[in-house]
Nanobody
Framework: QVRLVESGGGLVQAGGSLNVSCVVSGRTFSRYAMGWFRQAPGKEREFVAAISWQGVNTKYTDSVKGRFTISRDNAKNTLYLQMNNLSAEDTAVYYC?????????????????WGQGTQVTVSS
């Protein structure tokens, strides 16, 4: 019913940039907060960023503040994550998720639909 498809991942050198996107199916995209999570090999899935349903409020984990920017285009049913000044610590599979509510959240329990993920690899 609800599908989320990420794209834009790939291999980038340290210090470089990538923009990943997530296209969400359905006509109710604008009614939900959205978020990005990531999971590196051998590590737990962690919260990266979230955005409220109208895009007014955002939240970031400390390690990406000032480097990553989350945004959304409700007319296109698309969520974005602009990632700048990437480092090896950012290497992970990045997952797009739709929230339960209209407001931002940082717990995976508050997101009800997930994409398959897109791989971001940062080389030295």
């Amino acid at each position: 019913q609800v599908r989320l498809v990420e794209s834009g991942g790939g291999l980038v050198q340290a210090g470089g940039s990538l923009n990943v996107s997530c296209v969400v199916s359905g006509r109710t995209f604008s009614r939900y907060a959205m978020g990005w999570f990531r999971q590196a090999p051998g590590k737990e899935r962690e919260f990266v960023a979230a955005i409220s349903w109208q895009g007014v409020n955002t939240k970031y984990t400390d390690s990406v503040k000032g480097r990553f920017t989350i945004s959304r285009d409700n007319a296109k049913n698309t969520l974005y994550l602009q990632m700048n000044n990437l480092s090896a610590e950012d290497t992970a599979v990045y997952y797009c998720a739709r929230g339960r509510y209209t407001v931002v959240a940082d717990s995976a329990d508050d997101f009800t639909a997930w994409g398959q993920g897109t791989q971001v690899t940062v080389s030295s």
